[in-house]
């Protein structure tokens, strides 16, 4: 089912974009607002179906590797940051193909672009936390150390991520970019 995984890890990667810009195109373009609605809900099932699909394999035999681990990680992205994935797109697509106002902008620098880095590497800290909580959960189930070790080594090596992203806060808070005032 190795295969099956990866295929179907595929096609949740290009269904998200393709959910994604046919809600955008249903609200914006075709003014179809419930359909917009119920094909952007389907968007975080994609992962769940993906998680299930890993689960399903581990179940039957299989030995974990980096597709069980990657499956974990897409939906914890999709918790904590599918709904700002989705907004950002909905205003640049608005911008874009509706005359909405220009999508929002992270602050320059100053204390609040600080504030908004820490903020995004917490989330990044979360969505690993649900990662690894997704993949202990998937250990405990399959319950057989010589197929799951890999998954401990996803997760090992999955915490690069939220340490280089450490870099962006103590940057902006250490050498924080100066603001340009706006005054007379």
């Known amino acids: 089912m190795g295969c ?39 968007v975080p099932l994609l ?6 699909a890993s689960v399903m394999d581990m179940r039957s035999g299989a030995t974990a590797d980096l597709r069980h681990g990657i499956a974990a990680a897409y939906l914890a992205y999709s918790i904590v940051f599918g709904h700002s994935t989705i907004r950002w797109a909905d205003a640049k697509f608005r911008h874009r193909f509706a005359d909405g106002p220009p999508p929002w902008k992270p ?28 993949l202990l959960g998937l250990v405990w189930l399959v319950n057989d150390p010589s197929r799951t070790g890999e998954l401990i080594n996803f997760m090992l090596s999955m915490l690069k991520v939220p340490l280089i992203a450490l870099l962006w806060p103590l940057g902006y808070t250490l050498w924080p970019k100066k603001v340009e005032s706006s005054g007379a």
């Open 4 to 42: 099956v995984i990866v295929a179907i890890l595929i096609g949740c990667e290009v269904g998200f974009w393709l959910l994604l810009g046919l809600g955008l195109a249903s609200r914006y373009l075709w003014n179809r607002r419930r359909l917009s609605t119920a094909l952007l809900l389907c």
């Open 47 to 52: 992962d769940v179906i993906l998680l299930a």
């Open 107 to 134: 602050p320059e620098g100053g204390m609040a672009r600080t504030r908004y880095e820490w903020i995004f590497w917490l989330r990044i800290v979360l969505a690993y936390a649900i990662a690894c909580a997704l």
